[in-house]
C-alpha cells in the first residue's frame, strides 16, 4: 500500500490542523494505521493508531487529549485532527501502515508501510 500525507503547515500556539493519509494501491481496510512524527535532532517517535474498524485507538501520552485519529475506510484515508497545538509539537508528521496479520498491539508498534512526510510548524 503506498501513503501520501497532507495536510501540514504553518499554525500559532493553541491552533489547530488535520493531516490527512491518502491510501493508494490497496484498500486500507484491513490495515492498522499509525501517525508518527520526528522532530529536527530528535529520534521518529509513534503519535497515534486506529484499528481497522475504527474501534480501538492508541495514543502517545504527549497528545492525549488534544489530538484524534480516525478514518474514512471508503474514501481509503485516515486523519489526525490536531488541536490545541504547542511549539513542541513542531515535527515532520509520517502515516503508516501494518496489515492486520502483522499488528501487534504492544508496544513499541511497529508498521512496515510508510508514506512521505508533512511538515508541521508551531510557532508561539
Known amino acids: 500500500v503506498q501513503l501520501q500525507a497532507s495536510g501540514g503547515g504553518l499554525v500559532q500556539a493553541g491552533g489547530s490542523l488535520r493531516l490527512s493519509c491518502a491510501a493508494s494501491?490497496?484498500?486500507?481496510?484491513?490495515?492498522?494505521v499509525g501517525w508518527f512524527r520526528q522532530a529536527p535532532g530528535k529520534e521518529r517517535e509513534f503519535v497515534a493508531a486506529?484499528?481497522?474498524?475504527?474501534?480501538?485507538?492508541y495514543y502517545a501520552d504527549s497528545v492525549k487529549g488534544r489530538f484524534t485519529i480516525s478514518r474514512d475506510n471508503a474514501k481509503n484515508t485516515a486523519y489526525l485532527q490536531m488541536n490545541s497545538l504547542k511549539p513542541e509539537d513542531t515535527a515532520v508528521y509520517y502515516c503508516?501502515?501494518?496489515?492486520?496479520?502483522?499488528?501487534?498491539?504492544?508496544?513499541?508498534?511497529?508498521?512496515?508501510?510508510w508514506g512521505q512526510g508533512t511538515l508541521v510548524t508551531v510557532s508561539r
Open positions: 486506529i484499528s481497522w474498524s475504527a474501534s480501538v485507538t
Open positions: 503508516a501502515a501494518q496489515a492486520l496479520t502483522g499488528w501487534n498491539p504492544i508496544p513499541p508498534y511497529e508498521f512496515d508501510s
Open positions: 494501491g490497496r484498500t486500507i481496510s484491513r490495515y492498522v
